[in-house]
């Protein structure tokens, strides 16, 4: 099967806004590699609401990103 990056992030994308937080966590770091900037929204989000362990993992996520330790694939 061949799959299109674009219709995976589309596939994603109704995950990063879903009312489930876990779910939002786990969108936001799956899709990362290939819609950064959605992911980004999700998992900043998540960091800013301060309920755990949501933001913290949302949170330590971003920052592997930000500091160049995690570079997703």
């Given amino acids: 099967m061949n799959h299109d ?3 995976d992030a589309n596939l994603w994308g109704h995950s ?3 009312e489930d937080w876990q ?3 786990k969108a936001g770091i799956h ?3 290939i819609a950064p900037e959605e992911a980004r ?3 900043q989000w998540l960091r ?3 309920i755990a362990p949501f933001c913290g993992e949302g949170g ?3 920052s592997g990103i930000d500091r160049g ?3 997703p694939t």
Wanted: charged residues 25%; neutral net charge; glycine residues 0%.
């Fill in 5 to 7: 990056s674009h219709e």
């Fill in 16 to 18: 990063l806004t879903h």
């Fill in 48 to 50: 800013e609401t301060r």
């Fill in 60 to 62: 330590f996520f971003l």
């Fill in 31 to 33: 899709t990362y590699a």
């Fill in 69 to 71: 330790e995690y570079t």
């Fill in 23 to 25: 779910v939002r966590l």
């Fill in 41 to 43: 929204k999700a998992l």
